[in-house]
């Protein structure tokens, strides 16, 4: 199994460092899977599986489980858990323990500035195990997940100008993407990829609700591992939550936070494998990422594309942020922000927003915005048929879609009790959350992800979407169509639900 690549490696860890490991199994009958999934996403079958008829075809077995906790067990792991789906066994140990269960030695190490720990050589396990387990993950904690927010400062709003470029009321962003005439998001529920302690996030929502006029739309928090202190993160959880609310039309059946311990790999991992175990949010935003080969290298993009995998057949679709380094989320190396690479999720780029006071003017490329090729993922067929990848045809290419990220042209949060002018696709993804569970409700949430709709009708329906023309992301230039650098653009929400009403391939 996999080990990190670039990383000098110095002495040993000390055998009583803590460990805590998270490993994925893998799921059965995977080619059945596969061919049930890219039906779904062709649009040639809208008949997805429920938790039940996931469990009984798909997900690893209780015996399978059993012999991967007899292992931890046996090599002197402890508080070993396993997740409701059966597909992560998550566990508590030190170095030794992980030395002795996986045959890894830890080391200290230093990747591009940042110290750490990692496996020096790869992990392995028990023969019996082979064909059970599909990734370890906890072995290194140099390689992270990081939001993808930019703060503007502490603003007002500015009067309205003809096509100007100025913060906005996230209550805006509904008129200015056509989106008001749809019934709010009542019937639909949305997660939230978190981390840490939300307590002032939960509150700050609440004064958010207030000064919209919205009623107190219903939260559950669920810990995806032990409860987490740590604060860090609170402006990027508030970005999602207002902004999804907004765009959902200031009411939804539940906002679900599906809170990580921290923003390691295995962590990140088990937030997003408990809102697909969970399974009842609809659409789960996002607004985080790293360089997939990162991601890649010590087996995060193997389990975390298994787990997105399954959230289509539940008919779950998860709107991911492109980042915000243009197209150089992996600095001077090639690649692309992971997930948002994954090809089963929605990936979402970054506009610089023009508006005359609610009304949409125009957009260009914010020049942040993550977009490129994937050096990880193979292109997916929905891409390929479309004809659209240029630079690397046998790559999948992001974004999928842009909204506003620019913090010129940012939405104003309530962060702490004052508010704050913020953008980065980390605004464009919760967005993209917001109206998909917005068109959703008004579907019967019966729509599946849309990565395969997308690219068979906006070529020929151009009027579904606003079609981004200029600007660059420092390495990919906006034009025509899809593109790298803002994918087909942003959506003309209520023109797109009317759409999908008379179109039975969404």
Request: glycine share 10%; with cysteine.
């Amino acid at each position: 199994m996999a080990t990190l690549t670039a990383a000098k490696a110095t002495t040993e860890v000390a055998a009583g460092q803590s460990v805590h490991v998270a490993v994925t199994l893998k799921v059965r009958n995977k080619a059945q899977l596969d061919a049930l999934t890219s039906s779904l996403l062709a649009g040639t079958s809208h008949k997805t599986l429920s938790h039940a008829e996931f469990m009984a075809q798909y997900a690893p077995t209780q015996a399978q489980v059993d012999k991967v906790v007899a292992h931890l067990q046996k090599s002197g792991f402890r508080n070993i858990k396993v997740a409701a789906n059966r597909m992560l066994v998550s566990a508590d140990g030190s170095a030794a323990t992980a030395k002795t269960a996986f045959n890894a030695s830890l080391r200290h190490v230093s990747v591009n500035g940042r110290s750490g720990f990692a496996n020096s050589t790869a992990a392995q396990v028990p023969q019996s195990l082979g064909n059970i387990v599909l990734s370890v993950h906890g072995l290194q904690n140099v390689h992270q997940f990081h939001t993808t927010l930019q703060k503007a400062g502490v603003k007002t709003l500015a009067a309205a100008k003809t096509n100007s470029v100025t913060g906005h009321n996230p209550t805006d962003f509904p008129l200015i993407y056509n989106a008001s005439s749809l019934p709010a998001a009542t019937n639909t529920t949305v997660g939230i990829i978190s981390e840490g302690d939300l307590t002032q996030t939960l509150q700050d929502l609440q004064q958010f609700e207030d000064s919209a006029g919205y009623s107190y739309v219903q939260t559950n928090v669920i810990n995806a591992g032990d409860a987490s202190s740590d604060t860090d993160g609170i402006g990027e959880w508030n970005l999602d939550s207002q902004d999804i609310l907004a765009a959902a039309g200031g009411a939804l059946q539940q906002m679900n936070f599906y809170v990580a311990t921290s923003m390691t790999n295995a962590d990140i991992t088990a937030a997003y494998n408990s809102a697909v175990s969970d399974g009842s949010a609809k659409v789960i935003n996002v607004s985080l990422g790293e360089c997939e080969s990162d991601a890649q290298s010590d087996g995060t993009v193997a389990s975390d594309d298994q787990i997105f995998q399954t959230a289509v057949a539940q008919g779950q679709t998860f709107s991911v942020s492109t980042g915000d380094s243009g197209s150089a989320e992996c600095g001077s190396s090639a690649g692309q922000s992971y997930p948002a690479t994954s090809p089963y999720v929605i990936a979402v780029g970054g506009t610089t927003l023009s508006t005359s006071g609610t009304k949409y003017s125009s957009e260009s490329v914010w020049n942040g915005g993550g977009g490129g090729p994937s050096v990880v993922e193979a292109a997916p067929a929905w891409q390929t048929k479309a004809g659209v990848l240029t630079t690397s045809k046998t790559k999948r290419g992001v974004p999928d879609v842009s909204f506003d990220a620019d913090p010129n042209s940012g939405a104003l949060v309530i962060v702490q009790g004052s508010s704050q002018q913020i953008g980065g696709t980390s605004l464009a993804a919760p967005l993209f959350t917001g109206f998909w569970a917005r068109i959703q409700s008004a579907n019967g949430n019966n729509l599946v992800s849309p990565n395969t709709a997308f690219y068979q009708y906006f070529k020929a329906n151009t009027g579904l979407y606003h079609d981004v023309t200029s600007g660059n992301n420092g390495g990919y230039k906006a034009a025509k169509g899809w593109d790298y650098a803002t994918g087909w653009g942003s959506l003309n929400v209520s023109a797109l639900n009317t759409f999908i009403g008379s179109h039975s391939g969404f």
